[in-house]
């Protein structure tokens, strides 16, 4: 796992090294640490920061200031969506300024990679490069909501394993009623 981590390592400081802004504001963090818990791979990854630097391993020689535990696709989330770090999906324990502080840094972090592209590519290239990439990554986002819908309207409607909304809503009007008669039930025998 720790080769893995060494070319993240390396790229994650390359960008921070590229938003001065962003490389400036981790000096606050100094000698912080975050564990953070992949729960879908039983893997914990050791975050430290130093030197204004983001060190990866997984070691665990460091007392975390912060525990971060989620699946791989929440904390993938949390890189595009910072204010999910305080979402369901994921759960925070020990120092919640320290959250506050990593999402504020988050939200911050602004990487020029079409800069960064253009510097291997030229800037003829580059602009075209970017926007595909992004009307690539329009397209699957398009194609995943798109996916959700029709697998839960086929479940629903087709194989009818999911309830749809009205069944849903029958439902909890019958457990409202059976809930009230309970009350009454017990109300009754209370007074006898």
Same mark, same amino acid.
């Given at each position: 796992m720790s080769s893995l981590l060494k070319p993240i390592q390396l790229a994650i400081n390359a960008a921070l090294a590229q938003d001065q802004e962003s490389h400036a504001k981790l000096e606050q963090f100094d000698r912080r640490c975050i564990t953070v818990i992949i729960n879908d791979f039983n893997k914990t990854i050791t975050i430290l920061f130093k030197d204004s630097q *983001?060190? $990866?391993s997984t070691d665990s020689e460091h007392t975390a200031d912060l525990t971060i535990s989620a699946k791989a696709l929440s904390l993938v989330k949390l890189g595009q969506d910072p204010e999910s770090l305080f979402s369901a999906d994921i759960d925070i324990n020990g120092d919640v300024q320290f959250a506050k502080q990593l999402r504020d840094f988050l939200e911050g972090f602004?990487?020029?990679w079409? +800069? @960064?592209l253009a510097k291997v590519t030229g800037d003829t290239l580059a602009y075209p *490069? +970017?926007?595909g990439i992004r009307k690539a990554g329009s397209w699957l986002k398009a194609s995943h909501q798109s996916l959700q819908y029709n697998i839960a309207d086929y479940l629903k409607e087709e194989t @009818?394993? $999911?309830p749809d909304k009205s069944q849903i809503n029958e439902y909890m009007t019958e457990v409202d009623v059976i809930r009230a008669d309970l009350d009454r039930l017990e109300a009754r025998i209370n007074r006898l």
């Open positions: *983001i060190d $990866l602004d990487f020029d079409e +800069a @960064q *490069i +970017a926007h @009818q394993l $999911l």
